[in-house]
């Protein structure tokens, strides 16, 4: 028994650039990264140390998620015990939200990261990796999904956020919280939400073609973004405010657009799901999902955007695109 880890860079893997120029780059091996730490070793289970990548989380793509999720499912396949994926923290919560959606195993995929590179005092790094690598062996963190583990703080893909830019306990879950915490050498589960259903494979070469577009409504938006939109995208995900909202102005647009490509409606706020059918204004939720807006509950956008292209990837069609954003949202 084992446990696999894939290192794909990020600031946990960052090291100086040296003469390559100031700051720092993803140069670390995923074998520099256990070496540096402690405890690792003692855990019980030795980890087999795979290089993916080496990049900044910016520049990951669905892609190289479908192909980690292959990976880690011919790991477990194998008879690894769980599976760690050390990657940058700015897009964690979608890359690990796109495995939760496809991950069928009872093994932890446990993703985790860092906010302060190796050079800086305080590196987080190996804390997160040790407790990374203790949700992924313990038999109480199985079939939850995929966790994400920072902080020693275990969250549900499902629901975790990244919500501050360079604090250590960036990693939030707004609506429920942790669902679990690594205390000690123990992992204490706090709370096991429902599995639901993996979304059925997906063909890369449909899913890189799918496109999906994320507008953020604003203040005094006019809309000026949107024309045009149905012709080079296939789905629209909107953040509006608060309950679901836009400015009036916007509403026929929407409503225009929704009559040819699926848009899905959620809030930016934050947390906290869009309402269905308390407002009644032009721009309001009730009127949007009138003029053929889909809910997206509480998904956030960016989690919403995730599931919406991966369904249209599948050749999904709306009423079944209403039905998985209700089961998900
Ligand atoms: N910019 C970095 C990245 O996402 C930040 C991090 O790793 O925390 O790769």
Redesign the pocket.
């Known amino acids: 028994m084992s446990i696999t880890l894939f290192a794909l860079?990020?600031?946990?893997a960052m090291g100086d650039a040296g003469q390559d120029g100031p700051g720092v780059l993803p140069r670390l091996t995923g074998a520099d990264l256990t070496a540096a730490v402690p405890g690792l070793a003692d855990l019980g289970e030795p980890l087999d140390v795979r290089d993916v990548l080496a990049v900044?989380?910016?520049n990951l793509t669905y892609r190289h998620v479908l192909d980690l999720v292959d990976a880690a499912s011919r790991a477990v396949a194998a008879g690894a015990v769980g599976v760690v994926v050390t990657q940058?923290?700015?897009?964690l919560e979608e890359s690990a939200f796109l495995a939760d959606l496809l991950w069928p195993h009872a093994a932890p995929l446990v993703f985790t990261?860092?906010?302060r590179n190796p050079t800086l005092a305080g590196a987080d790094g190996p804390a997160n990796l040790l407790a990374a690598a203790r949700v992924a062996a313990a038999p109480a963190a199985r079939d939850l999904g995929v966790l994400v583990t920072l902080n020693d703080d275990v969250h549900a893909a499902r629901w975790v956020r990244k919500t501050h830019s360079t604090s250590t306990a960036t990693f939030v879950s707004p609506d429920v919280g942790p669902i679990g915490l690594v205390v000690e050498e123990e992992v204490r589960v706090l709370a096991r939400p429902e599995r639901r259903e993996p979304l059925p494979p997906v063909d890369p070469t449909r899913l890189g073609a799918t496109r999906v577009a994320l507008h953020t409504a604003t203040l005094d938006d006019d809309g000026g973004l949107l024309g045009g939109l149905a012709g080079t995208h296939h789905g629209l995900v909107v953040a509006g405010f608060g309950v679901g909202h836009v400015p009036g102005a916007l509403a026929p647009m929407l409503g225009a657009l929704a009559a040819q490509i699926p848009v899905v409606l959620t809030s930016r706020s934050g947390a906290g799901s869009v309402l269905r059918h308390t407002y009644g204004a032009v721009g309001s939720e009730s009127d949007l999902q009138r003029r053929g807006l889909l809910n997206g509950g509480m998904l956030d956008p960016y989690k919403a955007k995730v599931l919406l292209r991966l369904l249209l990837a599948a050749g999904v069609d709306r009423p079944a695109i209403a039905a998985t954003l209700a089961r998900h949202g």
């Open positions: 860079g990020g600031t946990i900044p989380s910016a940058g923290t700015d897009t990261g860092a906010m």
